[in-house]
């Protein structure tokens, strides 16, 4: 079946310190994959996305590059801000289909 | 233009109660899906809607749950009867045609709800 597995958290940073949120995930065919992010008293906002292999998603200084070869989907930054702090979820639609696969979230704290 | 709206943003009941949490999505969008988050897990697909019709209800829970989107107003989740197991972020989100799988939904705030 189709799943996504994201590393737990709390991740604890120092401002401007490099950013990686691993996420892998297991998918028939070639899915579309997401980056969402969940602002504190937010609703999920869309950060950056990638809808076919190798394509690279970037947004706000965060990347993350759809590999297919390895299944993986991270997501970086290469020096991050308090205003960085948040939750974030790594995602994928199945081809041809309407229904987010979620991970469970990371969340991550930035320390100034 | 407003984003998509949910409310109530906390919602807390008893045992045996009803819940109903509401859904505004965003102007000129036609089209809602409801998501679940339980407690350590990510968000699980449960309902999707369009106007006055239910097209996948296959992540809805068999029991006690129901969603509408009626031609007026707002979608409605019901969860009747409650139990501590419901307590969860509820989740709404909006396209304005049936979201293709490389496109986005937009997404509310959440109701988390709390039975206690």
């Known amino acids: 079946g189709n799943s996504v597995t994201q590393m737990e958290g709390p991740v604890t940073l120092s401002e401007e310190a490099f950013l990686t949120i691993n996420c892998t995930y297991t998918?028939?065919?070639?899915?579309?994959l997401f980056w969402y992010v969940q602002y504190p008293g937010e609703g999920l906002q869309l950060l950056l996305k990638?809808?076919?292999?190798?394509d690279k998603g970037s947004n706000k200084g965060f990347e993350a590059t759809y590999r297919k070869e390895t299944t993986s989907f991270h997501l970086e930054k290469g020096s991050v801000q308090v205003s960085d702090s948040a939750v974030y979820f790594c995602?994928?639609?199945?081809?041809?289909?309407?229904?987010?696969?979620f991970g469970t979230g990371t969340r991550l704290k930035v320390l100034a | 233009n407003a984003g998509v709206m949910q409310n109530p943003r906390h919602l807390v009941r008893r045992r045996g109660q009803e819940a109903r949490l509401r859904c505004s999505p965003m102007?000129?969008?036609?089209?809602v899906y409801w998501y679940r988050q339980l407690p350590e897990e990510g968000l699980k697909f449960m309902v999707y809607?369009?106007?006055?019709?239910?097209?996948?209800e296959s992540g809805m829970p068999k029991e006690r749950f129901s969603a509408e989107f009626p031609k007026e107003g707002p979608s409605i989740l019901r969860i009747q009867q409650v139990v501590r197991g419901d307590s969860a972020a509820y989740f709404c989100?909006?396209?304005?045609?049936?979201?293709?799988?490389?496109?986005?939904?937009?997404f509310g705030q959440g109701t988390r709800l709390t039975v206690v």
């Open positions: 989100a909006s396209s304005p045609e049936v979201r293709a799988s490389d496109t986005e939904a937009f």
């Open positions: 998918a028939t065919g070639y899915p579309s």
């Open positions: 990638a809808t076919k292999a190798d």
């Open positions: 995602a994928l639609t199945p081809s041809g289909t309407y229904k987010y696969i």
């Open positions: 102007k000129g969008h036609s089209h």
């Open positions: 809607l369009q106007k006055e019709n239910i097209i996948d």
